[in-house]
């Protein structure tokens, strides 16, 4: 086990960032598709700078959740998977700390991705239609987060890829700022203790730590479930609507 850094953390901090950033930019794209998986990266952040392994875990939630580049990357399974090196003693930071940390980092990356929307709000309000852009989508966007907006920010934390775009679009959709930050945190609040903490509590189960790589997989199974119960519906209804249609004319 790593020793963790005495006295004032901010002089080993900014070392460890440097090497966090040289990680991501040469060790973690060697190690090929590998890279993303938690266990593997948790375990290259721990080896390349101890404790402060948390710090590079900050780092890619934050991308996950703020960036639009960053949609691919794990985040269920990586906060899951944090919890639980957090009880083996692989990272040696306490619970309560790196929950937090995390929690952090989920509504920084939030406010990052709506202040991208808000900012690229007016220029895509003032863009004519073309093929593949539409005025009446924007409108739309809009319309639906000051009906939906709420419901939709706080949802949005527990679901892979939407969570990324969901406040992109709330910023597009000129949501109210104050009304965004309450609901936003609300969601990230109970998205990151919770998985950080299940896999913290499950950690002490002999076959979760011997199967992390099926129970990863059943992780991201069920962060995946909502979006596809949500597709299903859409189609369902979707056909339904067509079925009617069919019916009515056939009537008339």
Request: aromatic letters at 12%.
């Amino acid at each position: 086990m790593v020793p963790v850094p005495a006295g004032s953390p901010y002089p080993e901090a900014v070392p460890a960032l440097l090497s966090l950033s040289h990680v991501a930019a040469t060790t973690l794209p060697a190690l090929g598709p590998d890279w993303l998986d938690p266990a593997s990266m948790i375990t290259t952040f721990v080896q390349w700078v101890g404790p402060w392994a948390v710090l590079g875990v900050m780092l890619v939630i934050f991308a996950e959740t703020g960036l639009l580049v960053g949609f691919f990357l794990p985040g269920d399974s990586l906060l899951f998977t944090l919890g639980l090196f957090v009880h083996t003693g692989q990272v040696p930071v306490n619970i309560w700390v790196v929950s937090s940390l995390m929690w952090v980092a989920a509504v920084a990356g939030d406010q990052t991705g709506y202040a991208i929307g808000r900012k690229a709000g007016p220029a895509i309000f003032n863009k004519p239609d073309s093929r593949l852009f539409k005025q009446e989508h924007v409108t739309r966007t809009r319309t639906f987060f000051n009906r939906h907006g709420g419901k939709a920010v706080t949802l949005a934390c527990f679901v892979p890829i939407v969570r990324t775009f969901t406040p992109v679009m709330a910023g597009v959709g000129q949501m109210r700022y104050r009304h965004f930050v309450g609901f936003n945190v609300l969601g990230a609040t109970v998205w990151a203790f919770a998985l950080v903490w299940l896999g913290y509590v499950l950690g002490g189960h002999v076959w979760i730590r011997e199967n992390i790589d099926a129970t990863i997989l059943t992780i991201v199974g069920l962060s995946l479930l909502p979006m596809v119960i949500s597709w299903l519906s859409a189609r369902l209804r979707r056909r339904s609507e067509i079925t009617e249609g069919t019916e009515g004319t056939e009537r008339a």
